[in-house]
Nanobody, 131 residues
């Protein structure tokens, strides 16, 4: 059973950089044919796919966020990380990490990965942006 656990600061000031971690247990992040995404849900809004890091370390980002986010991994710790720079109150959300088969890639026209068929999710971590 794969388990994902997000963690982060909870509260970030505007213009600062948000850093989140997702610890994965019960399975390796380098297991072939899987990819690990960051997804967020803001109050009153639907879920937004932010980006993904695949088993081979390749990364893809939502074009609307690409200039501000970075996804990395530490294979020795079996964990993922997400950084969001220059945060604003619009970045207030619950942030999730989730796993999906890498057989389906981001849409080549929109650059966005559809939020469906994710088989494992973390419980999410709440982030508030406020001074």
């Amino acid at each position: 059973q794969v388990q994902l656990q997000e963690s982060g600061p909870g509260l970030v000031k505007p213009s600062q950089t948000l850093s989140l971690t997702c610890i994965v247990s019960g399975g390796s992040i380098t297991t072939s044919s899987y990819a690990w995404s960051w997804i967020r849900q803001s109050p009153g809004k639907g879920r937004e796919w932010m980006g993904v890091i695949a088993y081979d370390g390749s990364t893809y980002y939502n074009p609307s966020l690409k200039s501000r986010i970075s996804i990395a991994r530490d294979t020795s710790k079996n964990q993922l990380s997400l950084q969001v720079t220059s945060v604003t109150p619009e970045d207030r959300a619950v942030y999730y990490c989730a796993r999906r088969s890498w057989e389906v890639r981001p849409n080549r026209h929109t650059g966005v990965l559809e939020i469906s068929d994710f088989d494992y999710w973390g419980q999410g971590t709440q982030v508030t942006v406020s001074s």
